[in-house]
């Protein structure tokens, strides 16, 4: 499963009375998610310069000649990774380097690389980054295949192809579309920061497939594979892939200095459901509940506080804990703007200055 975000420190502040207790246990209750199942598999018993981007690729559908073709292009530069707790996929980032999900390599310093024609080597994990769920391997292979990064968008329908390893059945290949952009899975900030702008897609992506390559109908790596809703939810080939752009963005900075930066906002957020309206007799339908702020953070400082109900963040609209997410993705520490809250019935507009926080 990727691995849960660390919770926000505490406020520093008196013991909370009964409501702020009756809150927090009707956050607990309340904040069940949709199940989500992430793509490391345990091992199969039988042993199974930085990029480019392109123009958005344009033209008819490939044919399945054409789709064969790309994937006996691509296939060396995807690769299976292995831990002594499961195994997972990659993609080759640079000749001696594979960038692969966080939560493939988990805690590993060492892995083992498997690579398409049949041959194996050892990989060392440089940096991982737990916000982006990604991380970077250096291979002792120095002549991997690199393919190329496409950091322009997507547009939905467009046909794309998913390389991998689920359950251990490496080069497994699966095609579909780009189903959506900008997917927030429901539930997904409780689980990982990680799962929110992410590229939806029908290809098949199973456990295994982590860490895989998403391609376009050229070739191009348009995604890391990252998750998909299990069936037991309902789901019928809903997967999802960290953007190209994401991906290229955090390997640069985790190779050149190990981690990497992200905006900060300094609060913890729940989501705002029935049970809570209820009991705070809150009148807004949607939004991010406030449940803790961190002392000294961007919305301390902004004035946000505890019980309030972010509506709006840098002119984005708020609905979920997920959209503040998305929303902090498209700013840059540093950046002054405004927060909206509703607080006893009234919205106010906060003056804030985006922070950061370095990850590792």
Known sequence: M???????????TAAPGPARLRLRALVVGAAAAVALTACTAEPATTPPGPPTAGPTATGPAPTDAGRAEVVARL??????????????????????VVITNAHVVGEAT???????????????VLATDATTDLAM????????????YRTDVPRPGE????????????GTVTAGIVSGLD??????????????DLIQTDAAISPGNSGGALLDETGRVIGINEAYLPPATGAVAIGFAIPAATAVDIAEQLLADGVAVHPFLGARLAPLTPQVREALGVAA????????????????????????VVVELAGTEITTREDVLGALRDTEPGLATDIGVLRDGERLDLPLTIGSRRTS
Do not use: M
Request: glycine share 14%.
């Open 137 to 148: 391997i250096r291979s002792a292979r120095t002549d991997l295949p690199v393919p190329e």
């Open 285 to 308: 339908q949607e939004g991010a509940l406030v449940i803790e702020v961190q002392p000294g953070g961007p919305a301390a400082a902004a004035g946000v506080a505890p019980g309030d």
């Open 183 to 196: 997917r927030q899975i429901p539930g997904s900030a409780a689980q990982s920061r990680a799962l929110v």
């Open 75 to 96: 296939a060396p530069s995807v690769v299976t990774v292995r831990t002594g707790e499961g195994a997972g996929s990659g993609v080759v980032y640079a000749p001696d």
């Open 110 to 124: 060492e892995v083992e690389l498997t690579y398409a024609d049949g041959t194996s080597s050892p990989g060392t």
């Open 159 to 170: 046909p794309v192809i998913a390389i991998g390893s689920p359950l251990g059945f490496e």
């Open 2 to 12: 990727p691995r849960p975000a660390a919770a926000a420190p505490g406020r520093g």
